[in-house]
């Protein structure tokens, strides 16, 4: 795992990179926080140990710019210090420090409290597994390409700009943000309970087909209720289960599968109603052409206050180059057609 030293105390920073190099930790050394702060960008660095005062940018404002970035992964931060006192230690909290390692520093104590930012980092690896379930679940839905990584991020705009609706004040911080970045892959779990002669099937659905498919929500929501019973700490469960359910209801009422009706739909549900459905309309399907984002943003509005609540349009309004960003950032790279495990391939009739 790398490591990053920012510390302008030279002795200090040699003897800090030969216990950590002892460690087997692979080590970065900066000696001025503007140093630190251009290495930390072109290197996946999870663990910083910074001192506290240093030339160009102290450790503070380091910390503040490391939780204040867009990157996916979580850095661990341990701000190294001399000084004493609750009133530094605060501080140091405020900025987003998650630990404090006193000068002169015992290695032993060292040793111990990388142990415990290697935990941290660690809890990451269950990011991975979320994200992999839905790859997993996208898997049996082959033509959706990038749509999981898109409308992750589509996600993500329209609650940073919700943030600034009067609406939303208070609902709406980083933990939710997070979890919703999270969570949100995995809002059609539920389709790996539809048979496969639905599911991919290429021409238009049935009504009883169409019902099929639409149990697609309570397979979900049902499947992350039960993994929320067992383990009931797990937030990020309760918000995949909010959505999974939610996701296809709409403002008005007229959705499925439970008819919730305006603020009755989680605030999660109602976000990803949108990202879900952009991404339908820009990318293309086997039955379909993609739209221009034109095209669907006049589709968006004619549906807010119908299907999608008002405040989450006007997000997308708000965010609209954002959207256009990460549209053209993650294409896909052609169509993929359907595919069915040979036994079960849908008949082409
Ligand atoms: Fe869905
Ligand atoms: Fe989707």
Redesign the pocket.
């Known amino acids: 795992m790398q490591v990053l030293i920012a510390e302008d105390d030279r002795s200090s920073s040699i003897v800090l990179q030969g216990v950590l190099g002892a460690l087997g930790y692979d080590v970065l050394a900066a000696t001025d926080g503007q140093t630190a702060w251009e290495l930390l960008r072109d290197n996946d660095c999870r663990i910083v140990i910074s001192d506290w005062q240093m030339p160009r940018m102290d450790g503070l404002e380091l910390c503040r710019r490391v939780r204040a970035r867009d990157v996916g992964c979580y850095v661990y931060f341990i701000l190294l210090t001399s000084r004493s006192g609750s009133h530094n230690l605060v501080e140091g909290l405020q900025a987003g420090a998650d630990d404090f390692v006193t000068k002169p520093f015992d290695a032993e104590e060292l040793r111990v409290r990388m142990k415990s930012a290697e935990r941290v980092v660690s809890l990451e690896s269950r990011d991975l597994i979320i994200f992999t379930l839905a790859k997993l679940a996208e898997s049996r839905d082959p033509e959706?390409g990038a749509?999981l990584e898109r409308?992750r991020e589509y996600v993500r705009i329209l609650c940073k700009r919700l943030q600034d609706d009067k609406a939303c004040r208070g609902k709406i911080d980083q933990d939710f943000i997070q979890l919703m970045y999270l969570s949100s892959p995995l809002?059609?779990i539920g389709k790996v309970g539809i048979p496969d002669n639905v599911l991919l099937k290429p021409g238009r659905l049935t009504d009883e087909e169409m019902d099929c498919m639409r149990e697609h929500t309570v397979i979900g929501g049902t499947t992350l209720d039960a993994a929320l019973a067992s383990h009931p700490s797990a937030s990020f469960l309760r918000v995949a289960s909010e959505i999974a359910w939610t996701?296809h209801e709409r403002y008005d009422g007229r959705g499925y599968p439970n008819g919730l009706a305006g603020k009755d739909i989680p605030l999660s549900g109602r976000i990803m109603a949108l990202a879900?459905v952009y991404?339908?309309l820009t990318t293309k399907r086997v039955y379909k052409d993609a739209m221009s984002h034109e095209t669907a943003r006049e589709i968006l509005l004619e549906g807010r206050g119908t299907q999608f609540d008002p405040a989450v349009v006007d997000a997308f309004l708000a965010g609209e180059s954002d959207f256009l960003r990460i549209k053209k950032m993650l294409q896909d790279s052609e169509p993929l057609a359907p595919q069915a495990t040979p036994a079960l391939a849908p008949t082409a009739s």
């Open positions: 959706t749509h409308v809002h059609d996701h879900d991404d339908a």
